[in-house]
C-alpha cells in the first residue's frame, strides 16, 4: 500500500510527492497563498505501479504565502481534535455522556474537479481507474455516511435527559 498527495486547483492536479513532506508541512512554491482541495490516495501497487484505489479522502487546505501547508497549525489541529472525540466517544457504556462539539463538515469535490481528478487519473494512472472505477464516488460515500453518523451522536449528545 502506498499514499499520493494530489491537490486540485482550478483546472489542474498537482502532486506532492512524500518526499517534500517534512516535519508535517507540504511544500510547494507554485500552491503558494492557494486555497486547493488536497486528495489524499491510497493504493495498492502491482509490479511496483500504481494498480488499484483502496480509499481517497479529500480536504480543503490552504497554502501560505511561501507555499508551504503545515499539518500543525491552529486549525488544522482542531479539526483533527474534533475528529478524535467522534472516533472516541460511546454513549452505549456511559452514565454521563459527554457533549461533542459541531462535527466537522466533510470536503466533497464537485463534479468538475471529479471529472479534472478522472481525467488526470485516465491520463497518469490509467491502471487505477480501470481497476476501481467508482473508487472516488465510493469514498465520497463513506465520508458522508460518517458524517451523518456524527451528526447524529451530536444530536444525542446534546439532548437535554
Given at each position: 500500500m502506498r499514499?499520493?498527495?494530489l491537490?486540485?486547483?482550478k483546472d489542474q492536479v498537482v502532486e506532492?510527492?512524500?518526499?517534500k513532506i517534512?516535519?508535517?508541512?507540504?511544500?510547494?512554491?507554485?500552491?503558494?497563498?492557494?486555497?486547493?482541495?488536497k486528495v489524499e490516495m491510497i493504493y495498492e501497487t502491482e509490479?511496483?505501479?500504481?494498480f488499484k484505489i483502496v480509499n481517497m479522502n479529500f480536504?480543503?487546505?490552504?497554502?501560505?504565502?511561501h507555499g508551504i501547508y503545515d499539518v500543525n497549525n491552529t486549525s488544522?489541529?482542531?479539526?483533527?481534535q474534533v475528529k478524535l472525540e467522534y472516533i472516541f466517544s460511546d454513549f452505549s457504556n456511559s452514565d454521563e455522556i459527554k457533549t461533542l462539539p459541531i462535527p466537522i463538515a466533510p470536503s466533497i469535490p464537485t463534479d468538475k474537479e471529479i471529472l479534472i481528478f478522472k481525467t488526470y487519473l485516465d491520463k497518469k494512472y490509467p491502471s487505477l481507474l480501470m481497476n476501481?472505477?467508482?473508487?472516488?464516488?465510493?469514498?465520497?460515500?463513506?465520508?458522508?455516511?460518517v458524517h451523518k453518523k456524527e451528526l447524529k451522536k451530536f444530536k444525542e449528545s446534546h439532548k437535554i435527559t
Open positions: 499514499i499520493k498527495f491537490c486540485i486547483l506532492i510527492p512524500v518526499s517534512k516535519n508535517g508541512k507540504m511544500i510547494k512554491k507554485e500552491l503558494a497563498g492557494e486555497t486547493v482541495l509490479n511496483r505501479k500504481p480536504y480543503k487546505i490552504t497554502f501560505d504565502k488544522t489541529s482542531k479539526a483533527f476501481s472505477p467508482r473508487a472516488i464516488e465510493d469514498s465520497i460515500y463513506q465520508m458522508n455516511k
